[in-house]
């Protein structure tokens, strides 16, 4: 089971990026927290992150044939990047949307997510205990699937 895991613009500075906010953890020990779960629920992850959109479609699709589910936190892409979603939706597999703050409690405008009604399940509020959650989630799904 080989499960991506994609995240988005400036989630490459959590633990220095408004603490108060995303928390301490870097995204480099969430992605090595990320690994160990995984193994132990016999699954794979590939971890991606860019400040670019592009690259970051271009990801998904080099990698979707391999790629069983996605775990992705779009960063600011979630509230308006159509071309991001498209691609997403493009996968044709599950994805779980992860967002470390509670999105629905800050700005209005982060209130929207282009991204949710393609996903199986949302994430919002846990920090990084949020990717945790998906991955946990996801697995089950798959499993289920393929039951």
Not at 73 to 83: D, E, R
Request: negative net charge; glycine residues 8%.
């Amino acid at each position: 089971m080989r499960i991506l895991v994609v995240n988005g613009p400036n989630l490459n500075t959590l633990g220095a990026r408004q603490p108060d906010v995303y928390g301490a953890t870097s995204l480099k020990e969430i992605e090595e927290r990320l690994t160990l779960r995984a193994h132990d629920l016999e699954a794979a992850i590939v971890c991606f992150q860019s400040n670019s959109e592009g690259e970051i479609i271009d990801f998904l699709q080099n990698q979707v044939a391999e790629a069983e589910g996605i775990i992705i936190n779009p960063g600011a892409l979630t509230h308006y990047s159509v071309a991001l979603r498209d691609a997403l939706s493009g996968t044709r597999l599950p994805i779980i949307e992860v967002h470390i703050s509670n999105i629905y409690a800050r700005e209005e405008f982060r209130h929207h997510s282009v991204i949710a009604d393609i996903a199986v399940g949302q994430v919002s509020g846990l920090g990084w205990r949020g990717y945790m959650a998906a991955l946990e989630a996801i697995v089950a799904i798959l499993k289920e699937d393929t039951a």
